[in-house]
């Protein structure tokens, strides 16, 4: 698995824009670089995911650089509720012998945000 | 939206006890995951499973784990004689076709108890 890079914490006050790096250095042409994050005592939540053009959704932006060897995660304006543990993950298929198996999403220790009223 | 849920949210077993952690993935998925996740620690994966069988595991899914999908919605996991170790939050995760650009959606766990 590619490996990403990623502060052990940030700090936000409420109702600023959050930008969480992360570095990817080896990534590969066919992973696709996805963010997870999870609330205390939560299961993991899918926030976004990109491949090589920056994303929109609800929750956040994705904003990937243009060799694809880091990304930063924006909120644009935390709140409470978004102090969690945000993951930086990388997903790629692998052929194994003609039989393509998925990856599956493995964590790391990820960035922990919090933010401060 | 859809959620995958987790049954019992909490679990207390004594050791060398067998315990089954149950989920019911999103109806329409067709690949699963048990995660766990030690307190303090990250989350790690255990094991994947499609089409009825394992379609990749971790180390740490030994001869005493096992899955399964009884029936057309419940997929469980097993633990055979649990250990003090085992006691941790165990998350469950499907996904409609476990692509690298799909997401997973994981239900809210269970926390198992060894004492």
């Known amino acids: 698995d590619a490996k990403t890079t990623q502060p052990n914490s940030m700090e936000s006050n409420e109702e600023e824009p959050v930008h969480l790096p992360c570095n990817h250095s080896?990534?590969?042409?066919?992973?696709?670089i996805h963010w997870y994050r999870q609330l205390p005592s939560q299961g993991p939540e899918y926030v976004i995911h990109g491949l090589t053009s920056n994303v929109n959704n609800r929750m956040a932006s994705l904003a990937i650089a243009e060799d694809r060897k880091s990304s930063t995660l924006i909120l644009h304006r935390a709140t409470l509720r978004d102090a969690a543990v945000y993951y930086c993950?990388?997903?790629?298929?692998?052929?194994?012998?003609?039989?393509?198996?998925?990856?599956?999403?493995?964590f790391g220790p990820g960035t922990s945000l919090s933010v401060i009223p | 939206e859809p959620e995958v849920t987790q049954t019992p949210s909490h679990q207390v077993t004594q050791m060398g006890q067998e315990v089954i952690l149950r989920c019911v993935p999103i109806?329409?998925?067709?690949?699963f995951y048990w995660y766990r996740q030690i307190l303090g620690q990250k989350v790690e994966f255990l094991v994947s499973?499609?089409?009825?069988?394992?379609?990749?595991k971790s180390e740490i899914f030994d001869d005493q784990f096992s899955v399964e999908r009884p029936d057309g919605s419940n997929f469980t996991l097993k633990i055979r004689s649990t250990k003090l170790e085992d006691s941790a939050m165990y998350f469950c995760a499907s996904s409609e076709l476990g692509q690298e650009n799909e997401k997973l959606f994981f239900g809210s766990g269970t926390q198992l108890s060894v004492l």
């Open positions: 109806s329409n998925h067709l690949y």
């Open positions: 499973f499609y089409n009825n069988e394992i379609s990749e």
């Open positions: 080896t990534i590969s042409g066919t992973d696709y």
């Open positions: 993950i990388l997903r790629d298929a692998t052929d194994l012998n003609m039989k393509t198996s998925y990856d599956k999403v493995i």
